[in-house]
Structure formats: C-alpha cells, structure tokens
C-alpha cells in the first residue's frame, strides 16, 4: 500500500468543515406556527407535512455516534412534528446499504438516513452505490475528535508503548468501521504519519470493534471519541491517546485520568482533525414542504437543552450544519475522503475520484463541477 505524498497530508490540514447555524425555531408548543424563513418562505408552499411517523435508517452499527446522535435528533424533531421518530440500524457496505434502502423508499420525507457527513463520499469510488452527498440534504449537529484505544486490561498504558509493540510486529491487529469507512482510511493515515503498518480487521462500526478490543479479538481500534466514551467510563477500554490539540478528561470507574494529546510527539496527526459531523440526510428531491419543515425542526433540535445534554454526555461538540453550507462543508470532505481512499489503494481498481470530477483539496472551490453547481437548492 502506498503511502500518502507530504504534498496530501499539508494540504489536508486546510479542510476546516463549515458550521452553521439557523434562526431560532419555535417551541414545540408552537411548532404549528413556524419561522418566517421555513415554510412560508417564498416557494414553499404551505403544508399539513408530516402527516405520519417518520423513520431513520441508520448506516451504522447500535450505540455508536451515527445511531445515539440519530436517535437524540428524531427523538427532538419528532416532538417538534409532533409524530414518532423510529431507528433502524441498516449496517454494510460503509452506509451504502442504508443509502440504498432510503433511496429506494418513496422520497416523501418519510424515510431518512442515519450517518456521518462523509459517509456517501466514497460510494461511488469503492463501487459501493451511484450516489454521493449532492443527492441528499444534510443535516449535521454535533462533532468529536478521533481517540485511540486498547482494552481496559491491555498491557499497553501509553500510545507510545504500543507504538513500540507494533514496530516489533507489524502483525498486531487493529480493529476498524468498515472496509473503505473514513475510520479506516483515517486509522491508516495515523500508522502512515508515525511510520507503522498493522494488520486492519473490518466491522460494522465503530461500536462493534470496540466490543472486539474488549473482547480480545482485536488489540487496539481508532474511532470518534464518542463511540465508545461510555465503554472508558466503565474502563472496558483504555483511552491511550486523542488527536485533538487538548488532553480528554475520563472519569473512570477505577480512576480518573487525562488521555494525552498525540499531537504533542506527533504534530502532523492534527491533519486529521475535524473530519467527523453526525447527523441525517433526505434525498434530495424530497418536497420542498417536507425538506422546510425538517429544516425548521432541526434547528429547533440543535438548540434545545436536551440536545446540548446529548453532546456533553457523548464527549460530543454542537456544531449545527445544514443548508448551503452543508452542502459545501459535504463537498470538502469528498475531496479529501475520496482521494484519500484512491492515494491509499482502497478504491475500486480502475475508479478515479477525478471520475467524477471531485478535485483534489488543493484545488477545491465550490462548486466543484458544473453537475453540483445544477443541484437542487435547499428550499
């Protein structure tokens, strides 16, 4: 496997994601009188949307982040609907089943997916679906930084003891989200930037190889600090280190301590900071009634205390995204997740990103092609 040029890597560093927020929504004990700016906004007609219970999809294993900040927004949107907001977990093929299956359902606003803001980033160069981002609107609420972890009873204390370990034998086995997932693309571009290599198993998930760390299965795993936060509380796993500028606090049952910054001894890993958003997609020819009013719920969502409980329990940032900057915010991380699959051998053999006219991050300026620039607008 190749590794990544330095060019790629100091580049990476400029793909900052774009946070947004709306205007303040109603309460729930007003949501039949909507904002201004949703759906009595200039071409959005009025509606009685929704009119049934609605259902997420989601892309990725039970109680990871892409499952918990599913069920935390619908639980809050739902209220503010005023129906029921059903999760089901939809695992494989790195979110593309789920994508499939909501894609494939009737696009009447009904039916959303559960993910990531890069999960549809790669579909199309791994061959997994012919779909990328453009064809949803997202909606993105919270982010946190990549951690790497062992098994509360390792006999690794440090990141760099493991470190160690690995230099000695290349063969240790690491656990990752998914063949082609950002989580693996993210795990090797770590091993690239200290110079090791290890042997990567794949899951459905991020939750699901920690359960193999524990297990013993695997010896370490890679993943959003949130996916497993609970499993260190409990000290089921150790936290040996974050890739975030800030030690992490844990307070753990058998004691508290403070995850080190990996950044401190290895300064090029804050490249891969800020790449992880979670939230929902619709399709994107989803009525425009139905899209203005799922808009006006998250926005609501997002600012709620409950939401706000959400994030701070999960080790989660707020980082409300949707609309326009969604969409551009979407389109960086394309660029930088699907070049990353294609410099690391991971892309379907012969599929280019340039394919499909992403360019790479050095070159982006959105829109990217004259095929994003002819989407649908947000309504």
């Known amino acids: 496997m190749k590794k990544f040029v330095t060019s790629f890597l100091a580049l990476l560093m400029i793909a900052t994601c774009l946070a947004g927020c709306g205007g ?153 989200a998914g063949f082609g997932s950002i989580n693996q693309l993210t795990g090797q571009l770590m091993l690239d930037i200290v110079g090791l290599t290890g042997d990567t198993v794949p899951y459905n998930g991020g939750r699901e190889a920690a359960v193999k760390v524990i297990a013993g299965e695997v010896v370490w795993s890679w993943c959003g600090v949130s996916d497993i936060m609970d499993l260190a509380v409990s000290g089921d796993v150790k936290i040996l280190g974050v890739c975030d500028s800030n030690p992490l606090p844990v307070d753990c049952a058998s004691g508290a301590y403070d995850a080190p910054s990996m950044l401190a001894d290895y300064p090029e890993l804050a490249t891969l900071e800020g790449l992880l958003f979670w939230g929902v997609r619709v399709p994107r020819d ?34 409300p995204t949707s609309g326009p900057e969604s969409d551009e915010m979407c389109a960086r991380l394309e660029s930088i997740y699907a070049w990353g699959l294609y410099d690391q051998e991971l892309a379907a053999e012969g599929v280019s990103p340039e394919d499909f006219g992403i360019p790479r991050i050095d070159a982006f300026q959105y829109p990217t092609n004259d095929r994003i620039a002819a989407i649908n607008p947000w309504p």
């Open 24 to 176: 303040q929504p109603n309460s729930p004990a007003n949501k039949d009188n909507p904002p201004a700016d949703s759906t009595d906004s200039p071409g959005v007609p009025e509606t009685s949307w929704p009119e049934k219970d609605i259902e997420i999809d989601v892309c990725y294993s039970a109680g990871g982040t892409a499952d918990t900040a599913a069920r935390s927004l619908g639980a809050i949107m739902g209220e503010y609907l005023g129906v029921n907001v059903n999760v089901v977990n939809v695992t494989g093929g790195s979110g593309a089943i789920a994508g499939q299956q909501v894609a494939g359902a009737k696009h009447d606003g009904y039916t959303w997916l559960g993910d990531v803001a890069h999960t549809a980033s790669g579909w199309r160069v791994m061959e997994y679906a012919d779909m990328s981002w453009e064809d949803w609107y997202g909606f993105y609420g919270a982010t946190a930084p990549y951690v790497l972890f062992v098994a509360g009873n390792s006999q690794y204390t440090t990141y760099q003891e493991l470190f160690d370990a690995m230099k000695a034998n290349p063969g240790i086995k690491w656990g990752n």
């Open 286 to 319: 989803t009525p425009a009634d139905a899209v203005a009013r799922i808009k006006e719920a998250f926005d609501y969502a997002v600012t709620t205390e409950e939401f706000a409980a959400y994030c701070e329990a999960n080790s989660l940032t707020p980082s």
